[in-house]
Each structure stands twice: as C-alpha cells, then as structure tokens.
C-alpha cells in the first residue's frame, strides 16, 4: 500500500536559519502531494500541494518540489521565523481500487525555531 | 468561512458511556473523514464518506460507527467509551478527486 516517511523530530533552528524536512513516499498510481502545518491546539491547515512530476508546490516561503525520480517531496524554506514553529505532515493523496482517494499522512515533523 | 465546525471540542467520558462527535462541513464537499491523533502516531483514519449515503472503514474502525446525515454532516459515535481511544479527532472534508483536506479543529476526547 502506500505510504510517507518522514523525518522524525523535534527539529530545532534559531530564527533566519534554512529548513529542510525531507519527506519520500511510496505509492501504486500516480499520487498528489501535500504538506499541512498544524498549530497548537488546530486542525491541520494545507501548505502547498503539487499534483505531477517536477510540480513545485509554494506558500509563505515554504517550496517542496515533486521529484517522482527519486519519490521524495522534501519542504524548504530560507529563512524561518519563530511563528513557523508547529508541526508539519507530508501526505499523499492517490486513487484507491475503490475509486476513492484516500490520502496517506506521515506522521509528522515538529519544528521549533528560537529567537 | 466557518469551513469544518466540530462539537464539541472537549469532553470527558467515563468508561463504558457512550457519545456522539459532531462535524459539519459548508463547503459542499463530497468526501468527509474522521482520524484521530495520537502522540508518535500521526494520523490515523477511522472512516471516510466518499458521497453522501456511502462510508468505508478506515485503518482504525474498531469501536466507532458513523453516519453520514447529509451532504454536510458526518457524525463518530463511540457506543462503549474505552481509556484507548483517549484521543483528539478531526473531522475533515475535501472536494471531488485530488482535493486537499479541509480540518476542523479538533475534539479532545478523554476516557476516564
């Protein structure tokens, strides 16, 4: 079936430092991807999507790139601020047998960042 | 834009006592879901509805049932509450094909 790996966290940064949260998949079809943030005490919020190879995905200086060569779907961003501290989910979406589309979360990578 | 609405967003049962979790979507989506989440564990789907009269089981169905009320509603009912499923739950709609996830934001749920 299909699935999402993520790097575990917590992962730590001080303000302006560059992020990467690498995240690589495994999928039958052709998948969608995702990454949600989620902040204390919130549902998951959609971050940026790529729907096909070579996709980049961008939102609020965060870009994640669909790279189906290589199965991966890793966040960046340049410069982080203290208010990108939360948690955030790599997720796929694909096409079941059933003619669903169900998608498929990792399980989640928290972010500090310290002034 | 009230997107995804849950009721009630905390509850405490004692084991044994039974609930329903309420989720309400005005975005006119198809598909609604139910996860919940737990520390280390992400996300774990319960049930989904792809269309309004329809639900399937999820990776986690056991001890929950839901209905599909309408288009807008899809409620999670615990019949028998067990310290297990002490959890948050989301609720969660999308649109027709590979559409992103709506949320709401969530019903803490404890389990005494």
């Known amino acids: 079936g299909d699935s999402v790996t993520q790097m575990e966290g917590p992962v730590t940064l001080s303000e302006e430092a560059f992020l990467t949260i690498n995240c690589t998949y495994t999928?039958?079809?052709?998948?969608?991807l995702f990454w949600y943030v989620q902040y204390p005490g919130e549902g998951l919020q959609l971050l940026l999507k790529?729907?096909?190879?070579?996709d980049k995905g961008s939102n609020k200086g965060f870009e994640a790139t669909y790279r189906k060569e290589t199965t991966s779907f890793h966040l960046e961003k340049g410069s982080v601020q203290v208010s990108d501290s939360a948690v955030y989910f790599c997720?796929?979406?694909?096409?079941?047998?059933?003619?669903?589309?169900?998608?498929?979360f990792g399980r989640g990578t928290s972010l500090i960042v310290h002034p | 834009n009230a997107g995804v609405t849950q009721t009630p967003k905390f509850q405490v049962l004692k084991t044994g006592q039974s609930m329903t979790l309420q989720c309400a979507q005005d975005?006119?989506?198809?598909?609604m879901y139910w996860y919940r989440q737990d520390p280390g564990m992400g996300l774990r789907l319960i049930y989904y509805?792809?269309?309004?009269?329809?639900?399937d089981k999820g990776e986690v169905p056991n001890g929950y049932n839901v209905s599909r009320l309408n288009k807008r509603e899809f409620s999670l009912r615990l019949e028998s509450a067990a310290p297990s499923q002490t959890s948050v739950y989301f609720c969660?709609?999308?649109?027709?094909?590979?559409?992103?996830?709506?949320f709401g934001d969530g019903t803490r749920l404890s389990i005494l």
């Open positions: 999928a039958t079809g052709y998948p969608s």
């Open positions: 997720a796929l979406s694909d096409l079941t047998s059933g003619g669903s589309y169900i998608p498929t």
């Open positions: 969660a709609s999308s649109g027709t094909g590979n559409q992103p996830q709506h």
């Open positions: 975005m006119n989506h198809n598909s």
């Open positions: 509805s792809a269309s309004e009269g329809t639900t």
């Open positions: 790529a729907t096909k190879a070579d």
